[in-house]
């Protein structure tokens, strides 16, 4: 089975600033994307960035990359530059090449602060 | 630009009532999941198919039932409701094949087990 781990508290972020999210998982499986998820207040789920996990650099979409270290099962999210609309819960989920299930963490809020 | 939309948006129901939320898509995706959203639990798949006339057990089914007799739409069904079905639902949606892919959401179905 796989797992996802989002541990961090709420965070509060200074606007303009950058925050890290912490994602770890666990499987036995080499071949599997790693996803991240933003659910502001309103609720919806917003894609926001993939990695697989035989990319050889780290995934970048925007403000938003990904801190992939392998070895340590570790894909953390890293926001540059925070602002106002980024104040949303976000979520690490991880699917296994072959599997159809997108397992999900349990989230982590972040509130960004003027 | 419909996407994945889910009816009822909100629903509230007495313990022991059936209901069914209707999930649609327009993107002609092969596979299609509903999970639930609980505080502090993140999103938890309940069922999901991988086409017409597929369904399968996700990590917390009992209580569910679904179909998908069209392409295009995915039901998932509550017998008879229970205050612990009291959650936030998400249908979502996406091709098959593309490990890269992530979930198209819908809105969110509120349902309220009193």
């Known amino acids: 089975a796989q797992k996802i781990t989002q541990t961090q508290p709420g965070m509060f972020v200074q606007e303009k600033e950058a925050v890290t999210l912490d994602c770890t998982y666990d499987?036995?499986?080499?071949?599997?994307?790693l996803f991240w998820y933003k659910q502001p207040s309103s609720g919806e789920m917003i894609f926001l960035i993939y990695q697989g996990s035989y990319d050889q650099q780290n995934a970048t979409e925007g403000r938003y990359s990904l801190n992939f270290q392998k070895a340590r099962k570790s894909a953390n999210l890293v926001i540059s530059a925070s602002q106002l609309g980024d104040s949303a819960m976000y979520f690490c989920?991880?699917?296994?090449?072959?599997?159809?299930?997108?397992?999900f963490g349990k989230g982590n809020q972040v509130v960004v602060i003027p | 630009n419909a996407g994945v939309t889910q009816t009822p948006k909100f629903r509230v129901l007495k313990t022991g009532q059936s209901m069914t939320l209707l999930c649609a898509q327009d993107m002609n995706h092969e596979y299609m999941y509903w999970y639930r959203q609980d505080p502090g639990m993140g999103l938890r798949l309940i069922h999901y198919?991988?086409?017409?006339?597929?369904?399968a057990k996700g990590e917390v089914p009992d209580g569910y039932n679904v179909s998908r007799l069209k392409k295009q739409n995915f039901l998932l069904g509550l017998e008879s409701a229970a205050p612990s079905q009291t959650s936030v639902y998400f249908c979502a949606s996406r091709t098959a094949g593309d490990y890269t892919g992530e979930l198209f959401f819908g809105e969110g179905s509120r349902l309220t087990v009193l």
């Open positions: 198919s991988v086409g017409e006339g597929t369904t």
């Open positions: 989920a991880m699917r296994r090449y072959g599997n159809n299930r997108l397992a």
């Open positions: 499987t036995s499986d080499p071949s599997y994307g």
